[in-house]
């Protein structure tokens, strides 16, 4: 069974970056499409980005970060990032990786939460203004 671990999460100031981590385990990681989603106080899990199997690696934003947030793989360390600069309080919440099995290059597949079987527990991140 694939696990996720998170980790990087922190309190920060409006304008600093944070670099979240997901250490997953199994031997066909680089076979993985890897998500990012978040959830703030009081709302529903969002989408956050996402990042293809592929050697390539195309990379999916959702438009609030889009320009700001970088999502990453290195396949050797199973381990997939999700760089956050120019935060706002706004990105408060707890960031959680997921990860399908089944490759997709579709937007609504890439960006619902029930399309990902395997999910991580979650790291905190609290922006201050």
């Known amino acids: 069974q694939v696990q996720l671990v998170e980790s990087g999460g922190g309190l920060v100031q409006a304008g600093d970056s944070l670099r979240l981590s997901c250490a997953a385990s199994?031997?066909?990681?680089?076979?993985?499409?890897m998500g990012w989603f978040r959830r703030a106080p009081g709302k529903e899990r969002e989408f956050v980005a996402a990042?293809?199997?592929?050697?390539?690696?195309?990379?999916y934003y959702a438009d609030s970060v889009k320009g700001r947030f970088t999502v990453s793989r290195d396949n050797a360390k199973n381990t997939v990032y999700l760089q956050m600069n120019s935060l706002k309080p706004e990105d408060t919440a707890v960031y959680s990786c997921a990860a399908r099995t089944s490759p997709t290059t579709r937007w609504v597949v890439l960006t619902t939460e029930s399309e990902y079987p395997i999910w991580g527990q979650g790291t905190q991140v609290t922006v201050s203004s």
């Open positions: 199994g031997r066909t990681f680089s076979t993985y499409t």
């Open positions: 990042i293809s199997w592929s050697a390539v690696g195309t990379t």
